[in-house]
């Protein structure tokens, strides 16, 4: 379909609020200004080195300032790009949604504590959680990275401004998400939404700035032969972590009965994104790594909106043991072993936490797990 044909984002969430005849319109509008904020960092990212000749204009835009703070000096220091990337992305974020009246608070990877809807703007019935730039260690080697976001309602007292906000009112398991998303910033821009009626994608139009309906109703293959785990963990991993993994690389002459590709970009949004189009499952497990971080990822802005985004695409979001939706945060940057993915997979790694190893301690010396595992303690 030519592409002036195809429907935008707008014209989307349109179709998509007739079947509620009653909604407000807020809702749409709250989607349309996260929008705005991910394509403003797009914009922002593609500067890459060159990040003092982004255009004080492309900063000023989206966070209200003059530009040239943000701008200024983002070139010359060795690691100071990503950094003020991370910082650029949060303000674009804060900016483009705090103004419309549709919010009641934000919270971010950035800001130790949750955000207020200045006295000067008028609240809302909705909370926005977001990862403004996910993989952001990543950008120095020119690797794409994304922005999450994660969709809640506010407490009524809340949005009606009887009441302070607080951390708690974020506290609410993912399967009370309104909807979930992230843009990833690669070769094209693309924006993954999800207001619970599936998964659909959205690529943005360089010529007219437009995200357009390119991928609707995405659904991820409920079998696969890729996963990406992060290897150089494998001494802290749990055992039924391992036994999957070694079982992968078993490959065909193995207990699998085939082979499999391995893939680890170190970017969650690029990894969700490569399982959304041809499916595979990703492992961020809980680790001995660390016993006071229970996982690498954050629950509120990593995995409950990228579990949402796998859960409406078919595929199955899990910390290993259940559904990582229906985890009860305690905190609003909470840490959480993370799989995701092709759903048989995903509950396989359940079930290898439910059972006991298959095989006893003399086994282990078997030329399975011994010479032939490359991750072996
Ligand atoms: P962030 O850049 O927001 O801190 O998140 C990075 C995350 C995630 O994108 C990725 O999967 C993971 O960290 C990579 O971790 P390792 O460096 O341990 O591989
Ligand atoms: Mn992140
Ligand atoms: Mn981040």
């Not at 000023?60 to 992305?89: H, R």
């Not at 954050?298 to 043991?321: D, H, K």
């Amino acid at each position: 379909m030519p592409l002036s044909q195809r429907s935008t984002l707008t014209q989307f969430l349109i179709e998509e609020r007739r079947r509620f005849p009653d909604a407000s319109g807020d809702f749409n509008a709250l989607i349309l200004d996260v929008a705005l904020a991910c394509k403003a960092i797009a914009r922002a990212v593609a500067f890459g080195e060159l990040g003092g000749l982004m255009g004080n204009h492309v900063v000023a835009a989206a966070t209200g300032t003059s530009g040239a703070s943000a701008a200024a000096g983002s070139i010359n220091v060795q690691g100071e790009v990503q950094k003020k990337l991370d910082v650029i992305s949060n303000e674009m974020f804060l900016r483009a949604n705090e103004w419309g009246g549709h919010l009641a608070g934000m919270a971010s990877e950035e800001m130790e504590e949750p955000y207020s809807i200045p006295a000067s703007f008028p609240r809302g019935k909705y909370l926005l959680v977001f990862d403004p730039l996910d993989g952001s260690s990543n950008i120095d080697v020119n690797v794409s990275v994304g922005s999450i976001f994660s969709v809640l309602r506010a407490p009524a007292d809340v949005a009606q401004g009887t009441r302070k906000l607080t951390v708690q009112d974020f506290l609410q398991p993912g399967s009370q998400q309104v909807a979930a998303g992230y843009a990833i910033y690669g070769p094209t821009t693309m924006l993954m939404l999800t207001v619970g009626s599936g998964v659909h994608g959205f690529t943005l139009d360089p010529n007219l700035g437009e995200f357009k309906l390119t991928h609707p109703d995405v659904m991820i293959p409920a079998e696969t032969q890729e996963f990406a785990i992060n290897a150089s963990n494998s001494r802290f991993w749990e055992p039924p972590v391992k036994r999957y993994v070694d079982e992968c690389l078993a490959g065909k002459t193995g207990p699998r009965g085939k082979d499999f590709n391995m893939r680890w970009i170190a970017s969650m949004v690029a990894e969700a994104h490569r399982i959304l189009m041809r499916g595979g499952v990703f492992m961020y497990p809980r680790d001995t790594k660390d016993p006071s971080k229970p996982g690498r990822l954050r629950l509120l802005y990593e995995a409950n909106p990228i579990g949402m985004v796998m859960e409406q695409a078919g595929g199955r979001a899990s910390t290993g043991r259940g559904p990582v939706l229906k985890i009860q945060p305690d905190g609003l940057h909470q840490r959480i072993g993370l799989v995701f993915g092709s759903k048989h997979e995903v509950e396989r790694i359940e079930r290898y936490h439910d059972e006991p190893l298959p095989l006893k301690k003399a086994d282990f010396e078997t030329p399975l797990f011994a010479e032939r595992s490359l991750f072996r303690d």
